[in-house]
């Protein structure tokens, strides 16, 4: 009797989905592309280390939503800390560069054997798109970046991207991976960016605050900046932080593209998200 109602309520939710998502798409702004940008603290546990069990979650909505003609671009951080998974207290290089190099290098085949495993077990193919900077200039490099997407898109193939960290110069390397993303969802023409963290989107204090409200939608003009504070990061941890997903986020909204921050480690989060349901914090013009 238990399993029943399982399924049944498992059922109702996704009828509620598709119920929200037909609502957006009478409104003439179907969901058809998203970008999702995966951050290094979604991903790893309390001791820093890959969780698999997460990568499946979300996989399986990623999943999920292929099966409804809604196509993602993952945008996933984790190959420098899974690099120094495999280093370890191993590596002679001193200088933070060539360290960071050097992890992400090992680390880039370990997170996309993670990913082709879990996405085999759904049916489904992905592939990797690595890029630096310079890739999204105007003329041949970007042209050969639209190419690349827009044939693995039609082919069914899940891309999934990541800053070539092992061949960046600093003039042409990205901030962090949520510049990456927005540059990636301009490129492709993307419905929705979402920028998943390891909060629940942005507060008007510290997220630890009880007296500390989410801000569930606000515009690209208006002024929470004074909201975020500064945090200190490891060396493999990823760059960017909350400052930076409002920056980006507000930027890519200007750009008539809806982006939300939210929390990448709660059940559902990214079909809640495109399916209309209030979660995060949500910016647009």
């Known amino acids: 009797m238990q399993h029943s109602a399982g399924r049944r309520n498992w059922g109702n939710r996704q009828k509620e989905r598709r119920l929200r998502m037909d609502r957006q798409s009478s409104t003439g702004s179907p969901i058809r592309r998203v970008v999702i940008k995966i951050g290094t603290h979604v991903i790893t546990n309390k001791d820093n280390r890959i969780s698999g069990k997460i990568l499946s979650k979300l996989v399986e909505q990623i999943a999920y939503l292929y099966e409804h003609d809604i196509h993602a671009v993952l945008v996933s951080s984790g190959s420098v800390i899974a690099g120094k998974e495999v280093m370890g207290d191993q590596l002679k290089a001193t200088d933070k560069i060539t360290r960071r190099q050097v992890f ?149 909204a200007r750009r008539n593209i809806p982006t939300f921050i939210a929390n990448g480690k709660k059940d559902n989060i990214i079909t809640d998200i495109v399916y209309g349901k209030t979660t995060g914090t949500k910016i647009t013009r």
Do not use: W
């Not at 759904?122 to 900077?133: D, E, F, N, S």
């Not at 890739?135 to 800053?163: Q, S, T, W």
């Not at 991976?177 to 942005?202: F, Q, W, Y």
């Open 104 to 252: 992400s290098a090992v680390g880039q085949p370990r997170m996309m054997r993670h990913y082709y495993n879990l996405f085999h077990h759904h049916g489904m193919r992905c592939a990797q798109v690595l890029a630096t900077k310079r890739d999204f200039d105007l003329g041949k490099h970007r042209d050969n970046m639209v190419n690349c997407y827009e044939g693995l898109l039609a082919e069914g193939v899940i891309p999934i991207a990541n800053e070539d960290d092992a061949v960046s110069l600093s003039m042409s390397t990205f901030t962090d991976n949520d510049e990456l993303a927005s540059l990636v969802a301009e490129l492709i023409h993307a419905d929705m960016l979402i920028l998943l963290t390891d909060t629940d989107g942005l507060f008007n204090g510290h997220p630890d605050d009880v007296e500390s409200e989410l801000i569930p939608h606000l515009n690209v003009d208006d002024e929470v900046e004074q909201y975020v504070k500064q945090s200190n990061k490891g060396e493999a941890e990823g760059r960017g932080g909350m400052a930076s997903k409002l920056r980006v986020a507000k930027e890519t």
